[in-house]
């Protein structure tokens, strides 16, 4: 079988595609390269890609209509994980421009080369940021996500909507997943625990915001990978028992569905902190901060669609998986 997968030199989707490669599938990966992060790591994560001969790689934006289709029409591939976009939440607010340009636009693109070569499933990232000014926990693909508090947020609802329009349009077979903060080796720079390993080795203070009253639901990379590739085989199909008078956002009469991949274990941002010290053996210089915009207090996925339909849990605990990270960070950058 022969995936597209889009943002492949990005965190999850170097993952993603090195794990279909290892599993016999062929894979063309799509990525723009950009620099909002360091290039070299995404240069390094092609370098082990590109050693399999089951791998093409295109350095093309998807904003780019021409370039997308010609992609799909010259490799016509049977199945398609969409996972590339302009991440991070903070960015967002002073960059809003590039998320309707990557976000909006460049899923608008894929939709389409999806819809006129008769892929049989696109499967697509959506995040745990969609669910905004929710206090109802844990987090349900059953709730109402219409408060979001980034840009980012919003373009990522705005692609469930879009995804799912067009799987009512034209039949195609849609599957979002909301990922909920993802970490582990290989992971971006800009994320939180890479900051903090990065500032405590530097003997440097580390920003902790809302005075370190935060719970994040961390996932490992790897369970983000199993999930994704246990939804990807299978195609979604319409909902015989869904309603309009009782509408359920998680799935529909259309070929559409939504998961949330999260630990469905909210850890306490200090107790995170504390591990990464741990596995350093160095104490952090703290820099307590107030709440900044955009960002939310609480993540908790709820992840009982997952279990249900595919007789899957995410398995690694934060103690397995900071020490997993740190341990290729610390080789990775040869730090002695």
């Not at 979001?148 to 329009?165: D, F, I, R, W």
């Not at 279990?307 to 730090?335: C, E």
Request: proline share 5%; hydrophobic share 35%.
């Amino acid at each position: 079988m022969k995936i597209l997968v889009t943002g492949a030199a990005g965190f999850i989707g170097f993952h993603i595609s090195k794990k279909l490669l290892e599993a016999d599938f062929e894979v063309i990966g799509l990525d723009n390269l950009n620099d909002y992060y360091d290039i070299n790591l995404k240069a390094d994560r092609l370098k082990i890609l590109k050693e399999s001969e089951s791998f093409t790689f295109y350095k093309k934006n998807l904003e780019d209509k021409t370039s997308v289709d010609q992609i799909f029409q010259e490799h016509h591939p049977d199945r398609v994980i969409h996972l590339a976009a302009q991440a991070g939440v903070r960015y967002s607010i002073d960059h809003p421009d590039i998320y309707i340009q990557r976000n909006i636009i460049g899923t608008f693109n894929i939709l389409e080369a999806c819809r006129h070569n008769e892929i049989e499933h696109l499967v697509y990232a959506s995040s745990s940021s969609v669910y905004g000014l929710n206090t109802s926990y844990p987090f349900s693909v059953q709730d109402n996500v219409s408060h979001p508090v980034s840009l980012y947020g919003a373009t990522k609802v705005s692609n469930e909507l879009m995804s799912h329009s067009y799987s009512y349009l034209y039949g195609l077979p849609t599957t979002g997943i909301r990922f909920f903060t993802v970490y582990g080796p290989w992971g971006r720079p800009d994320m939180a625990y890479f900051l903090f390993t990065k500032a405590i080795l530097a003997s440097q203070p580390i920003d902790v915001y809302n005075q370190g009253n935060m719970e994040r639901d961390f996932t490992y990379i790897d369970d983000i990978v199993e999930g994704v590739y246990r939804i990807l085989q299978e195609v979604p199909q319409p909902d015989p028992n869904w309603s309009g008078d009782n509408s359920n956002p998680a799935t529909s009469s259309a070929p559409h569905r939504l998961y949330n991949i999260g630990s469905n274990s909210p850890i306490k941002l200090m107790d995170y902190i504390q591990e990464i010290e741990i596995n350093l053996g160095i104490k952090a210089k703290l820099n307590m901060m107030p709440m900044q915009a955009g960002d939310v207090k609480k993540s908790h996925a709820d992840v009982s669609d997952l279990i249900r339909d595919f007789d899957y849990t995410p398995k690694w605990t934060i103690k397995k998986g900071v020490k997993s990270f740190v341990s290729w960070y610390l080789n990775y950058y040869k730090v002695s």
